[in-house]
């Protein structure tokens, strides 16, 4: 567009602010002002305009260049003040769990987050956000982002590998490391997706421009590529708009708030903060839920990247796994499962001692909790539902190995049960399995367990006393049960018994006729 459209399209808003009301305006006045200046006008109309929240505006075309001339005002329209209000209080809940609106998470996932963190005091936010990224932020899920995510984006493609290394060497023991090996990657991508002459800057600085860019491309698709009054894109306008624009905001408000904030200010609950980990004040940034994080982090700044030049590689659509990050998670899962004996192995040994395996600043147990429920959940729950006649998938144990949770379905019917890791589990964690599942177990024997699982009106009770249900199209099968194979031996021997009888009796017969 030129700079003497760009004018002209500039004093026709001029002269809309000094009408009585920009309510008022239509597009036969927006016509007769445009052609008052000589324009060629090719094409007025009136329509809603805005990729998420829409307003109504008058689209003016002048050959190929277009104006948006909105009839709301920025300020003082009761349905934009509404919108950033709800923006900004989301915004404050995404602070307190020490996070930003995440992309590629369902909006009813979304939700759930903010309606526990709503009314949660701020430690306990963050456990409810661990609690709901965890069967978020899986394995698979950071196999693709490592894979398929990071390789799109110019300032991350020659970590790949490191981040690679770092995701199985996290899987197979050495969490601190893969930690450490991540958190100086965020500094050093945003400095390559600044320009050249923007090197010199100080981080937040560097972190202003990047989003600030990013920003500005999401305005522009916002409106559709065509003119609109600078008021209507900036920040402020469209963070209660456009929902790429508020994740883009509450990124920039992460980095500056939690990530890159000065030592002696950060008062944060997850620790994942630049300056503590390079000057060592605190070693809590090695919790296990940061890698997580980090993850995510990276693949945003891809993201980020993409709209920053422009290019749109990394798309807002997650991608479906392809053949590498398939291969990458099933990596992973090989060294977790390894992990598992290793665990076990360790702590035969040390209780052999008469002594308790050393809690680890990345490990409180986990991935012993994690071994010995995958067991149990093989035992208990789906080898007595495939011989009562269900199909099992399985799915993975949640961040700090509390639960795993079975889809059975046979036909038409389908059924969810979930086996914790103990009898005493907090009563929220029964309130929330009780909501999908149909029956709630435990590894191990009762322990009180009234005062752990109560007001939950589905079936609690340990794993060993639960009988599956027989589908309603079904039979119970016990072929995989002893007893059955003792009848199946048993069978065997009698029809052998019955054939031998069978046979002596005719030989029995023939023999008199023999001898006659």
Known sequence: MTSDISEHFQGIWRRALNAPSLAALTPELIESWARERGLNV????????????????????????????????????????????LADAEAALWEKMEWFSPLWVPKRDVAKILATARHSSRQQALQWFQYHTSTLYTLSFQAICIAQILPQARSLSELCPLAREAYLAFYNGYRASSIAALIPAIEGSLSRIASPSEQDVSIPTKVDRVVDRAIATAAKRHFEKMWVPADYLSKDYLFGQDERVFAFETFRRWLHNSFFRKTDEYDGGTWLNRHMFAHGTHSLWQQSSNFERLVVVLATLALIESWHDDTH??????????????????????????????????????????????????????????????????????????????????????????????????GDERMTIALLSGCATDNALYRKLAETCAAI???????????????????VGPAAAWLPPVPRNGKRRFRSHPIWRRLQRLKGRVAFAAKAIKYDIRRRRQRPAQQL
Request: hydrophobic fraction near 40%.
């Open 313 to 410: 590689n990394v798309s807002l659509i997650f991608p479906v796994m392809d053949e590498d990050s398939k291969l990458l998670w099933q990596q992973a899962l090989a060294r977790g499962f390894g992990q598992m004996g290793l665990k076990r192995r360790e702590q035969r040994r040390f209780q052999k001692h008469g002594r308790l395996v050393p809690v680890m600043p990345t490990d409180d147990g986990g991935l012993l909790r994690r071994a010995l429920l995958a067991d149990d959940c093989i035992n208990e729950l789906v080898r007595p539902l495939r011989d009562s006649g269900w199909s099992v998938e399985i799915g993975e144990p949640d961040e700090k190995a509390l639960y795993v949770t079975v889809v059975a379905t046979a």
């Open 42 to 85: 090719t094409g007025v109309e009136e329509r809603e305009v805005g990729a998420f929240a829409t307003i109504p505006a008058i689209i003016l075309s002048v050959g190929d260049a277009k104006a948006c001339f909105p009839k709301s005002p920025t300020e003082d329209d009761p349905s934009w003040s509404s919108r950033r209000a």
């Open 441 to 459: 177990l435990y590894r191990g024997a009762p322990y009180n367990q009234q005062q752990f699982a109560y007001g939950i009106n589905v079936h």
